[in-house]
């Protein structure tokens, strides 16, 4: 088994496209700032910057070793070709906390699927599964002409699966923040569970608790970049691990090589928009959900979470499958349409009273081990450096309140993480702008029902872009990269040089 790395601190404490896909309108959604619509961009104005040609590693310093058995019995799914085969490696990078010495550094979990010659990182949500494992499971769905050109190269975020994992969060603790009822006016409990967590995560972090954050990785990928022996970096992100990409061509513009971000959270500063708009993408995937499994999924998911709120099951001494657990779950669910059939599957068989299976969804959030660190304490950690809104209980209820009405099932939820933060330090640094100038064409995928990105809030950051291009799929779930029109789309940008035409719509 590979070793579980801690925080190391040296000398210190510690032509056209496809078929299938069509060009729309590329003018794009006005974006609200201050209650006034700003002037759209056209994303291809400034592409004066070309697309950068691939480069073979020359000198790379990273030590790969077999970790293929390892790797297969982590993933879940378990699906992956037995053709595919994996390596695992360390890189250290500079850790850059506040108040410790400037060599203090981290360690930072790489994999290595295929072996196409050119390096293809790839980087996950911070609370979905690793950039390692996510990138597995993409190379078993990649077109095969992808993984003769690339190698993908999962890279786990700082503070996220074996890249030293933030492990703060008391077990109990992370069932409250789950539990919060998407019925409940009372956001008082939430809020305790986030001073909590806050509080424990200073003792047990100190200043490297603000160190976790998308600027910060971003600096960790270059590392990896230099470390692979490539002069530019060529880059997958999903949703908000765009936010990392970000912040690299921010910090590291003339070393963007071919980026593509598949989803972009919302960059709207009104918060009322973004969870608005949050709600009613997860109210759309639940229908798009009961249509594709043949239930009615608004009556089931309500049904359950009365039941549950009645009578919650225990799933642990710590955690109680109580109705925000539940909905957390299938919202996990609901963002894999792969696993929609297993989804439905675990409703059935939770308001039969077994609610196993349905609480695998959002085990990986709840429950941490040495061998499997709980995705929760890495994401709050970063989420929360990563936004400067704080807003104090009667606000948050207000608006909880707000949302409730316009989406009755998910509006009470959507506004959960801004009970998470509330107590959490504001971040040491503002958070990069999407307007970087003098970067080449970066493909960006937007999924129109995507409960976790929505395609308006892609939409919008594409808007305030001077060098992307979009191409919308008109599907359902998180992520746009299972539509084989949008792979295609993907594979002539990465492989070929292609840049799509600015506005290409995939049907679903």
Same mark, same amino acid.
């Given at each position: 088994m590979r070793r579980r790395p801690t925080l190391l601190l040296l000398a210190a404490l510690v032509?056209?496209?496809?078929?299938?896909? /069509? #060009?729309?309108?590329?003018?794009?959604?006005?974006?609200?700032?201050?209650?006034?619509?700003?002037?759209s961009t056209q994303?291809?104005? +400034?592409?004066? *910057?070309? !697309?950068?040609?691939?480069?073979?590693?020359?000198?790379?310093?990273?030590?790969?070793?077999?970790?293929?058995?390892?790797? &297969?019995?982590? !993933?879940?799914?378990p699906e992956v070709p037995g053709t595919l085969k994996f390596s695992c490696a360390d890189v250290?990078?500079?850790?850059?906390?506040?108040?410790?010495?400037? &060599?203090?550094?981290?360690?930072? #979990?790489?994999?290595?699927?295929g072996d196409g010659p050119i390096p293809l990182v790839v980087? +996950?949500? *911070?609370?979905?599964?690793?950039? /390692?494992?996510?990138?597995?499971? $993409?190379? #078993?769905? %990649?077109?095969?002409?992808? $993984?003769?050109?690339? =190698?993908?190269?999962?890279?786990?975020?700082?503070?996220?699966?074996?890249?030293?994992?933030?492990?703060?969060?008391?077990?109990?603790?992370?069932?409250? $923040?789950f539990s919060q009822d998407p019925a409940t006016t009372d956001v008082d409990?939430? !809020?305790?569970?986030? &001073?909590?967590?806050?509080?424990?995560?200073?003792?047990? !972090?100190?200043?490297?608790?603000?160190?976790?954050?998308?600027?910060? @990785?971003?600096?960790?990928?270059?590392? *990896?970049?230099?470390? %692979?022996?490539?002069?530019?970096?060529?880059a997958i992100a999903r949703g908000e691990a765009?936010? *990392? %990409?970000?912040?690299?061509? +921010?910090?590291?513009?003339?070393?963007?090589?071919?980026?593509?971000?598949?989803?972009?959270?919302?960059?709207s500063p009104d918060p009322a928009t973004v969870l608005g708009d949050l709600a009613s993408a997860q109210q759309t995937a639940l229908d798009a959900f009961g249509k594709a499994t043949g239930i009615d999924a608004t009556a089931e998911v309500t049904a359950l979470l009365s039941q549950v709120r009645a009578a919650p099951p225990q799933l642990s001494d710590d955690v109680p499958f109580g109705p925000g657990v539940a909905l957390n779950a299938v919202l996990t669910g609901l963002?894999?349409?792969?696993?929609?059939?297993? %989804?439905?599957?675990?409703?059935?068989?939770? &308001?039969?009273?077994?609610?196993?299976? $349905?609480?695998?969804?959002?085990?990986?959030?709840?429950?941490?081990?040495?061998?499997?660190?709980?995705?929760?304490?890495?994401?709050?950690a970063t989420l929360c450096n990563d936004t400067s809104t704080r807003m104090p209980a009667d606000q948050i209820g207000t608006l909880t309140d707000k949302l409730r009405g316009q989406s009755p099932l998910f509006g009470g939820l959507a506004t959960q993480r801004l009970s998470w933060c509330a107590p959490w330090p504001g971040p040491m640094d503002a958070m990069p702008s999407l307007a970087a100038s003098g970067l080449p064409p970066i493909l960006v995928a937007s999924t129109a029902v995507d409960p976790v990105t929505p395609g /308006?809030? @892609?939409?919008?950051?594409?808007?305030?872009?001077? =060098?992307?291009?979009?191409?919308?799929?008109?599907?359902?779930?998180?992520?746009?990269?299972?539509?084989?029109?949008?792979?295609e789309a993907v594979r002539a940008f990465l492989v070929d040089g292609k840049v799509p035409t600015n506005g290409t719509l995939c049907p679903a």
């Amino acid at each position: 088994m590979r070793r579980r790395p801690t925080l190391l601190l040296l000398a210190a404490l510690v032509p056209a496209l496809l078929a299938g896909c /069509t #060009a729309g309108p590329s003018q794009r959604p006005a974006v609200v700032e201050n209650d006034e619509p700003a002037a759209s961009t056209q994303a291809s104005a +400034n592409q004066a *910057v070309p !697309l950068p040609e691939l480069t073979e590693p020359k000198s790379s310093s990273v030590q790969w070793s077999d970790c293929d058995q390892q790797t &297969r019995a982590r !993933l879940d799914p378990p699906e992956v070709p037995g053709t595919l085969k994996f390596s695992c490696a360390d890189v250290l990078s500079v850790l850059d906390a506040p108040d410790l010495p400037g &060599r203090a550094q981290t360690h930072i #979990a790489l994999l290595k699927a295929g072996d196409g010659p050119i390096p293809l990182v790839v980087l +996950n949500d *911070v609370d979905g599964e690793p950039g /390692t494992l996510y990138a597995a499971h $993409l190379a #078993a769905t %990649l077109p095969a002409s992808v $993984l003769q050109r690339f =190698s993908l190269i999962g890279m786990d975020r700082r503070g996220t699966g074996d890249s030293d994992a933030v492990a703060c969060v008391p077990s109990d603790v992370r069932g409250q $923040l789950f539990s919060q009822d998407p019925a409940t006016t009372d956001v008082d409990t939430v !809020l305790d569970a986030g &001073r909590k967590a806050g509080q424990q995560c200073a003792i047990e !972090l100190g200043s490297t608790q603000q160190a976790i954050d998308a600027w910060r @990785t971003a600096g960790d990928l270059d590392e *990896v970049r230099d470390q %692979l022996g490539v002069p530019k970096l060529n880059a997958i992100a999903r949703g908000e691990a765009s936010t *990392v %990409l970000t912040a690299y061509t +921010n910090r590291f513009s003339s070393r963007v090589g071919r980026f593509v971000l598949d989803g972009i959270p919302d960059p709207s500063p009104d918060p009322a928009t973004v969870l608005g708009d949050l709600a009613s993408a997860q109210q759309t995937a639940l229908d798009a959900f009961g249509k594709a499994t043949g239930i009615d999924a608004t009556a089931e998911v309500t049904a359950l979470l009365s039941q549950v709120r009645a009578a919650p099951p225990q799933l642990s001494d710590d955690v109680p499958f109580g109705p925000g657990v539940a909905l957390n779950a299938v919202l996990t669910g609901l963002a894999t349409k792969a696993r929609w059939p297993e %989804l439905a599957q675990a409703i059935q068989a939770a &308001r039969g009273g077994n609610p196993t299976q $349905l609480a695998k969804f959002v085990a990986p959030m709840l429950n941490g081990s040495p061998l499997a660190p709980s995705r929760l304490d890495g994401a709050l950690a970063t989420l929360c450096n990563d936004t400067s809104t704080r807003m104090p209980a009667d606000q948050i209820g207000t608006l909880t309140d707000k949302l409730r009405g316009q989406s009755p099932l998910f509006g009470g939820l959507a506004t959960q993480r801004l009970s998470w933060c509330a107590p959490w330090p504001g971040p040491m640094d503002a958070m990069p702008s999407l307007a970087a100038s003098g970067l080449p064409p970066i493909l960006v995928a937007s999924t129109a029902v995507d409960p976790v990105t929505p395609g /308006t809030g @892609t939409s919008r950051a594409v808007g305030q872009m001077s =060098s992307a291009v979009e191409v919308s799929w008109q599907g359902a779930g998180h992520g746009a990269m299972s539509s084989p029109c949008v792979g295609e789309a993907v594979r002539a940008f990465l492989v070929d040089g292609k840049v799509p035409t600015n506005g290409t719509l995939c049907p679903a």
